[in-house]
């Protein structure tokens, strides 16, 4: 069981993280890849990857077990700065006690099946070369793994962001923390959640820094030992868009993307940049709900927003390649007008 126990102070001092975190995507989508755990979400991501992985993705496998624990420096505090280039920087950076000390708990982890291999304990001196290897592991992983997919994974973690805006909006912080369910339990003034450990997570004034994540699944994650003068980071899992691994450059969508948009679903992708919900839209621009799922759902497959749902209610978000189509295109207008008959059955929404 991981609780992490807040003050009147940190309550003050929640923040949600702006933007996917590379290292952590990193950290997630390895240990993804080597279990098979939530084929649904991430069935089609392996079977895309898996093949694409050679020799230099060896290091990351000695340092990132499918389960336990796994060095503290590869995710360190970025200070706001979340490209790939700083991120890497920031952890060859990494003071060679703090190397020393991860690499030799990671040794004695009880979960792990043999020893450490020499270049994995070669980072332990810090040596320039030993540095360089990972500085590429680091790199050439993400250029195999995730960069094709970084558009997406950024707009399923804006939409998150989305949705705990409106929970913020709502009911202020305690309103945020209970938007977690059921990944995370807020019962004042403790957060819980399942952990394979049992670990206590006392903030002490320093506030908490929620990082939305892609490939965490099923439970959050936060160091081991967190720093004690920087703001601790809790990684929560988000939702995800059924048949995502084969949204990025799909054959034949950009030559479509011209002839999608009619005045209505104009209207309906202009008006989703800040989030809406299906009833927010249908009165915003004056057609019925079953109308408003209709165009969603084209929007939705063309992988122009993208839409979560929370409770009763399902909220849109635009894509980043929504927002390309939106600053390419004239602006168009739209009055509300009585709802028209859709063109064709309704699509219900997921």
Not at 182 to 191: A, E, F, G, N, S
Not at 232 to 245: M, N
Not at 335 to 349: A, F, I, K, L, S
């Amino acid at each position: 069981m991981l609780r992490v126990h807040f003050t009147a102070d940190d309550i003050a001092h929640v923040r949600v993280a702006a933007a996917p975190d590379p290292l952590w995507e990193i950290v997630n989508s390895f240990q993804a890849l080597i279990r098979e755990e939530n084929a649904l979400a991430f069935g089609e991501w392996r079977r895309i990857v898996r093949p694409r992985l050679g020799p230099t993705d060896g290091l990351l496998a000695a340092l990132l077990p499918p389960r336990g624990y796994f060095p503290d420096f590869l995710t360190p505090d970025l200070g706001g700065s979340l490209g790939l280039e700083s991120a890497v920087d920031t952890v060859l950076g990494t003071p060679r006690a703090d190397l020393r000390g991860d690499l030799a708990t990671l040794a004695a982890s009880p979960t792990r099946p043999r020893p450490l291999p020499a270049e994995a304990r070669a980072l332990a001196e810090g040596t320039l070369e030993a540095l360089q290897r990972l500085g590429a592991a680091l790199h050439g992983y993400h250029r195999r793994a995730l960069a094709a997919f970084w558009p997406h994974i950024r707009a399923q973690v804006d939409a998150d962001r989305a949705v705990r805006a409106r929970a913020v909006l709502g009911g202020g912080t305690d309103g945020l923390l209970a938007s977690l369910r059921p990944v995370l339990r807020w019962q004042p003034p403790v957060l819980e959640a399942d952990y394979p450990v049992d670990h206590e997570l006392r903030l002490d004034g320093r506030g908490l820094l929620l990082q939305p994540s892609f490939f965490c699944s099923r439970r959050p994650v936060t160091l081991a030992v967190p720093l004690p003068d920087r703001t601790p980071v809790l990684v929560y899992p988000i939702q995800h868009t059924l048949g995502w691994a084969l949204m990025p450059g799909a054959t034949g969508r950009d030559a479509g993307l011209g002839a999608l948009l009619g005045r209505t679903r104009a209207a309906i992708l202009q008006d989703v940049v800040t989030g809406r919900t299906t009833g927010e839209l249908a009165e915003r621009i004056g057609i019925s709900g079953a109308a408003v799922s209709q165009h969603t759902a084209v929007l939705r497959e063309a992988g122009l927003l993208l839409s979560v749902r929370r409770s009763k209610h399902v909220l849109h978000t635009i894509t980043p390649a929504g927002l390309v189509l939106l600053d390419g295109a004239p602006h168009t207008p739209h009055t509300p007008h009585t709802p028209h008959t859709p063109y064709g059955p309704p699509t219900p929404e997921n």
